[in-house]
């Protein structure tokens, strides 16, 4: 694990003793990362990129043309440890399009003693006329971590956006058998608002050591791994069962998964529940296929850095 703070030694004589780990000011890391899209002449262009600390892009890559451009969020460290504070604000001018992922799996480490937060929060602003796809890869949530987590998407006021589609995939423990989530306190937010009216909300607090919630029929239910997908807004009055909620549902998963897919509104919600975070991208994914093109009006291309 990368640590921020770097100890000078060669000053020192041989029998200088070195400084305790416990007189040593504990390593935690604040990153912030604003990006922002705008149409141009030659598309939609990266055209503010600012970063603090080890949280930044390359380069977007236009597999799709210049409409659409890909962008991987680089975090060099890989997790967050106790104390460490990321902050993601993206947005997206009119007429603007994008779709955002990393090339691994998030990770919020085991906490120190001390119990500080392990902090992301991601702001997601879209305009008029603007798509976004948010599509991370999973988050592994290592035993007796401390972590807290949201994602707010912001929709215009008064205009209507292309669309949204986000997802989030949550591992809890690295293995049931060698090392599950028996200890620690998550704190997890997904909302999406237009303007001050909230249209989605989701909250969930999970503790290692709660059976009930682990266990019970009306929690996670023995399983490890959660995912939650959104998709819309799809115009007032337009039904989502007519037109693919059936395909989703025609989706084969295992008999030991829990896949669903449902209409609240102008969105479609998409959970699984299950124990391999492979799979839920992989189902998540075949939703994306039937979404995208009646949503946004294009088919899926998956980003490249997935198949490395």
Known sequence: MMDGHRINTTAQSVSAPLPTQSKMTPSRWSAQLQLGLAKTVRGSRLVKNNHVGPLYVQKPFYVEGDDLP????????????????????????????????????GRIYRARPDRALQQQTTQLHLSHGSSLEWLPQECIFYPDSFGKLK?????????????????????????????????????????????????????????????????????????????????????????????????????????????????????????????????????FTQVWRIIRPNLLGREVVEPRIWAC
Not at 155 to 182: K, R, V, Y
Not at 209 to 224: C, E, I, M, S, Y
Request: with cysteine; aromatic share 10%.
């Open 151 to 283: 994602t707010q998407v912001f929709l215009p006021e008064n205009a209507e956006i292309s669309g949204f589609i986000g997802w989030e995939i949550s591992c809890f423990g690295l293995s049931q058998s060698t090392a599950p989530f028996l200890r620690g306190h998550i704190d997890q937010g997904f909302e999406i608002w237009r303007g001050d009216i909230p249209e989605f909300i989701e909250r969930q607090k999970f503790n290692g050591d709660n059976l009930l919630v682990k266990f019970g029929r009306a929690g996670f239910q023995q399983k490890t791994v959660s995912g939650l997908m959104v998709a819309g807004p799809f115009p007032i009055g337009f039904a989502v069962h007519n037109l693919c909620l059936e395909q989703i549902r025609d989706i084969q998963s295992p008999d030991s998964v829990l896949f669903a897919s449902t209409q609240r509104g102008r969105w479609l919600v998409t959970r699984y529940l299950g124990g391999n975070a492979e799979q839920a991208r992989k189902l």
């Open 70 to 105: 890909h962008i991987y969020l680089l975090h060099p460290p890989g997790g967050l440890v106790s104390g460490d504070d990321l902050s993601i604000n993206i947005e997206l001018g009119e007429n603007t399009r994008g779709l955002f992922t990393a090339p691994g799996a």
